[in-house]
């Protein structure tokens, strides 16, 4: 392997952190790129000569939103949603900072989400300052990267790509830019070590969209309960670029920014925090609305001294759950009772400023939590967060209205009081003298009249500079390949503080399989030099790989699926594992599907092995699975399916198509194609019995104008099969791509459902 001096690959370190810090201190002057502002706090930089708060707006547009806006050199990036039932887009807008004329729009549909009630653009994108590019994270799990024209660089599709779960109330969040990271987060079930759920983070290259990193910080159930919209916020301590952040399983965590690694967590809740943290001299502030892990009450708003020691940070590991260590309840500093789900604090010289969920607005001291002064603005409050500039606050409240309060007095004064249409849950955006809110009717802007705007400078930021070389990064960490295909690999020197020294050449690449693996596999693939490919007959396959050089190391992981034709009927698949409840022998699915191994078992029914739906975990009872490639399209998938039940209780079991999710319930007696219960669905009825095997077969049909039309038919098992499809649903846009799989739903995780026979066959 070809490498550079240990002193060449320093000074590049350090060329990185005096450019890049330059860069932070001076981007945010008329800018704001991120959710929180350039202080990732609420706070903006901007003081008014001759302040004076125009209540009507500069202009609006009727687009409904429950984030906020980003704004960066004359444009304003905003993120809303229009259209009902099968119609309904996310549409994220570039504007004319000036007139608000749209300059650009990009439309992305909801696919196999469970979001109800409208609950969409609960977040916000993010620009990288250095090529002006958009991220966007949506509501059902697409991340992409546009650039300023608004062509799509890059994209995934974290559901069938990395197994993200989607949950009823459609939290987003933000993507968070640092350096050369953009940083994204969801809860997951993947394969292997990472097939159990968990609220986990992903560090993409923020100019190839390759996977760097996967991180999982937090726990299990019983202590996740459900997603986090908790954005994280960036430091530089002890060497290092880190983040803390809330998660969906009660802890506040610190991970590594560039290599992913968690380095601490701290049990707050059992239940999920929402907020994001803010940094206050050697603390970190947060709030919650769960059940605390040492009381009996709901929620509540507090403070601790957070490790500064990285390496050593105190607390273990807990053998039982995993994630990253667990400090002790010790580090508390204060705390108040306050109860608050989605709502973050802000802070600013000294004091910290919160809404609680019944619309109470506290003023703290950040240093002892003591609480200076309440005023009641609402009666309740939902996800938008105060912004603060030049001594007054922004606060928009979930009924609509929307607070200006000067706040440099021992008690808040009322500068303006407007009532806006729609509920306000997106928190403002402040910049150039301009006030945006998104409401679930409008997008407002509204003017600061000023005689000059100056601007305070930024902290920057520090970038360590890197250490001796101590590890290797893949790049990517993690691929995805089907037979014939081959992938060249880039290789990462990092120092151990996860900071790039350089880049490598070459390795030597052998199969993996980490000790503490479950499941002992590997990758049917083979490398020459950097590039690995598979075989036109390779297997169906999953595993790791260690690269190795001068005495440094690295981990890929991987997945290789099949082409099409594919055919599954588990009757290779020996039933070892003894079942804990249930007394039988089972085995485990494909180790390549995503989340399987938790969703779903092969057992032993009427003398044939079958698939079938796990009853261990309610979080589980909805159990989506991939099978292949994202990408693909224009298939048709079969497979014989049955429910277990009676005529009172029966579950349901289908199949995935290119996005849509084809189905029987039981318990209504039809045959149902969706993909969100509440704006995609169409059924017809059909009789299923409890323990009866029918066939299900369907295809989509995807015309030149973007319309399709989803054809599926059901029989029982044995019949003829029908020469016409019993149900076509029509759709106007058309999911173009996706990967094929296999759906169940328990409820309440009490009946099983099964599959067998899967065949997915090019159109």
């Known amino acids: 392997m070809k490498r550079l001096p240990f002193s060449a690959w320093l000074a590049v370190g350090v060329s990185l952190a005096l450019s890049a810090s330059g860069q932070d201190e001076d981007i945010h002057k008329g800018n704001w790129i991120s959710w929180r502002g350039p202080l990732q706090t609420g706070v903006s930089l901007e003081s008014y000569k001759d302040y004076e708060f125009d209540p009507n707006p500069v202009w609006t547009d009727a687009i409904a939103g429950r984030g906020n806006p980003v704004v960066f050199k004359g444009r304003v990036y905003s993120w809303g949603y229009r259209g009902t039932g099968p119609n309904l887009m996310e549409v994220l807008q570039a504007r004319d900072e000036k007139t608000g004329k749209v300059i650009w729009e990009r439309e992305t549909q909801e696919f196999m989400s469970d979001t109800v009630y409208s609950r969409y653009t609960i977040g916000a994108p993010a620009i990288d300052p250095e090529t002006g590019n958009i991220l966007l994270a949506t509501t059902y799990g697409l991340v992409l990267c546009y650039s300023p024209d608004g062509d799509v660089l890059w994209h995934y599709s974290m559901v069938e790509r990395f197994g993200r779960l989607t949950f009823p109330n459609g939290r987003a969040g933000a993507p968070v830019v640092d350096g050369n990271i953009v940083i994204i987060r969801g809860v997951t079930s993947y394969w292997g070590a990472d097939g159990p759920a968990r609220d986990r983070f992903f560090g993409f290259d923020k100019n190839t969209g390759e996977l760097l990193w996967s991180s999982t910080p937090g726990v299990g159930p019983p202590y996740l309960k459900d997603s986090s919209m908790s954005t994280p916020y960036l430091a530089t301590l002890d060497g290092r670029r880190v983040f803390y952040a809330g998660t969906g399983c009660g802890n506040i965590v610190c991970v590594n920014v560039n290599d992913g690694t968690p380095i601490w967590r701290w049990q707050v809740s059992k239940g999920g925090i929402n907020a994001s943290p803010v940094l206050w001299n050697d603390k970190l502030i947060c709030i919650h609305g769960a059940e605390n892990m040492d009381t009996t009450e709901t929620g509540r708003l507090f403070a601790f001294r957070f490790p500064t020691d990285l390496d050593n940070p105190g607390g273990a590991v807990e053998e039982t759950q995993g994630g990253a260590p667990k400090l002790g309840p010790e580090i508390e500093v204060w705390r108040d009772t306050f109860e608050q789900f989605t709502s973050s604090p802000l802070v600013h010289d000294g004091k910290l400023y919160q809404m609680d969920k019944t619309g109470l607005l506290i003023c703290v001291d950040a240093d002892s939590g003591k609480i200076l002064w309440e005023k009641k603005l609402a009666n309740e409050q939902l996800h938008a967060s105060p912004a603060y500039a030049d001594g007054k606050l922004y606060v928009p409240t979930m009924p609509g209205d929307f607070f200006i309060l000067d706040v440099t007095g021992e008690q808040p004064k009322e500068v ?193 092995k079958a698939l079938a739906k796990t009853l261990d975990t309610v979080l589980f009872q909805r159990g989506l699975t991939f099978i292949g490639d994202p990408s693909l399209s224009n298939y048709t998938v079969q497979a014989d399916v049955m429910t277990d039940g009676n005529r009172r209780i029966k579950s349901v079991v289908g199949l995935i198509n290119q996005r849509y999710i084809i189905s029987l319930v039981g318990n209504s007696n039809i045959l149902e194609v969706s993909s969100n219960h509440e704006h995609l669905k169409e059924s017809v009825p059909f009789p299923i019995s409890a323990n009866v095997w029918y066939s299900l077969k369907t295809r989509v049909d995807v015309a030149a104008d973007g319309s399709g039309v989803v054809r599926a038919k059901a029989w029982k098992k044995g019949d003829p099969e029908p020469e016409g499809w019993t149900i076509e649903t029509k759709h106007e846009h058309a999911y173009t791509e996706g990967a094929p799989g296999v759906f169940g739903f328990a409820p309440q995780a009490q009946k099983r459902v099964f599959i067998d026979n899967i065949s997915v066959t090019p159109n």
């Open 416 to 608: 303006a009081k407007l009532k806006l249409e729609g509920n306000c849950i997106g928190s403002p955006t402040i910049c150039n003298g301009r006030v945006y809110v998104h409401t679930t009717e409008k997008l407002y802007a509204f003017q600061i009249k000023n005689s000059g705007i100056t601007w305070a400078k930024a902290p920057a930021v520090e970038r360590p500079a890197a250490g001796a070389p101590a590890k290797l990064l893949p790049v990517p960490s993690d691929i995805l390949i089907k037979p014939g295909d081959s992938l060249t690999l880039k290789l990462r020197v990092l120092d151990a503080n996860g900071n790039q020294v350089g880049t490598a050449e070459g390795g030597e690449w052998a199969k993996f399989v980490p000790p503490t693996a479950k499941v002992k596999a590997e990758m049917d693939a083979s490398f020459a030099g950097n590039t690995i490919s598979a075989s036109e007959d390779a297997k169906e396959s999953a595993g790791a790989w260690k690269v190795t050089a001068d005495g440094l190391s690295g981990i890929l992981r991987g997945r290789v699926v099949k082409n099409l034709p594919y055919s599954q009927d588990f009757e290779a698949f020996p039933l070892t594992t003894d079942h804990p409840t249930d007394g039988v022998k089972f085995g485990y699915p494909p180790l390549p599907w995503i989340g399987a191994r938790l969703k779903w078992e092969i057992r032993e029914v009427e003398g044939y």
